[in-house]
């Protein structure tokens, strides 16, 4: 998928927005390599933070970007931790029902004390909502370690898109992600080094979701790729 056919899925259908996706994403190609569909997210970082060092800060375990395709394609659930992350997620090239966890598991988190986040990620847990879902954490770094203790509980998402963000437990909980990934054979995208974010966790699965399409097009065979 071109940029200015993701941008037209978003719904930038204007002349001048189709100008300047083109333009962006031909400026970062100059910078970021074009060679696999791990660099596609490598660009993607790049494109959404503005930053050309981001691509050497991605981190992909276990094919993500075949994996995270795969499961668009077959509809699953696109889970995020907070409202933002959801938000950021295109409604369009994609049948997956998107959904946060933030919102659940208010009373484990007032009974325990731990942060909404983290609660809201083990009661859908309960629900069985991660198996086979894109697991998306872009901000809350107990969300990301409660997803661990998920996966080493024997949940299996599709894929983790994990990029929270911050100064308490983010880069920790980012190594652990990369730890339980290499341990469960897990489909993982990370970053390293403090910066990420949920503007960040949705470019990153929108990138998911532009796959699936071009898969889907007949641009992409997923069987030909890492
Ligand atoms: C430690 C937290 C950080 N949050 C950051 C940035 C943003 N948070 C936004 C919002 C609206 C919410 N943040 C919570 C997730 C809240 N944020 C936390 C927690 C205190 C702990 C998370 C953790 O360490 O794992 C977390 C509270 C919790 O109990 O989980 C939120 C749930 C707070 C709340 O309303 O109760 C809430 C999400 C609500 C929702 O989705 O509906 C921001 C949008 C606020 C803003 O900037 O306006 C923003 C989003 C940034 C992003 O890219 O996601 C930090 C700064 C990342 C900070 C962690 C950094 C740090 O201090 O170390």
Redesign the pocket.
Same mark, same amino acid.
């Given at each position: 998928m071109t940029e200015r056919d993701a941008y037209a899925d978003l719904g930038a259908t204007t002349q001048e927005a189709m100008d300047i996706a083109e333009t962006s994403m031909d400026i970062v190609r100059t910078f970021v390599p074009d060679e696999t569909l791990t660099d596609r997210l490598r660009q993607k970082a790049v494109h959404s933070t503005g930053d050309i060092e981001f691509q050497h800060l991605i981190r992909c375990q276990n094919d993500p970007v075949v994996a995270g395709a795969r499961a668009v394609l077959d509809e699953r659930p696109i889970v995020t931790?907070?409202?933002?992350?959801?938000a950021g997620i295109t409604g369009r090239g994609h049948d997956c029902p998107v959904r946060?966890a933030? #919102?659940n598991g208010a009373e484990l988190?007032a009974e325990t004390g731990m942060?909404?986040?983290?609660?809201?990620v083990l009661e859908l847990d309960k629900e069985g909502v991660y198996d086979g879902a894109i697991a998306v954490v $872009?901000?809350?770094?107990?969300?990301? !370690?409660a997803l661990c203790d998920c996966i080493e509980n024997g949940t299996r998402p599709a894929a983790v898109v994990a990029t929270?963000? #911050?100064?308490?437990?983010?880069e920790e909980?980012r190594k652990r992600v990369r730890e339980i990934a290499e341990e469960y054979g897990v489909p993982a995208v990370t970053n390293v080094g403090k910066r $990420? #974010?949920? #503007? !960040?966790a949705a470019a990153l699965t929108n990138e998911l979701i532009h796959v699936a399409s071009d898969v889907r097009n007949g641009d992409v065979d997923l069987a030909n790729h890492e």
């Open positions: 931790d907070i409202t933002m992350a959801k946060k933030i #919102g988190a942060t909404r986040t983290a609660a809201a $872009g901000n809350a770094p107990t969300a990301a !370690l929270p963000v #911050g100064f308490v437990k983010a909980s $990420g #974010g949920s #503007g !960040l």
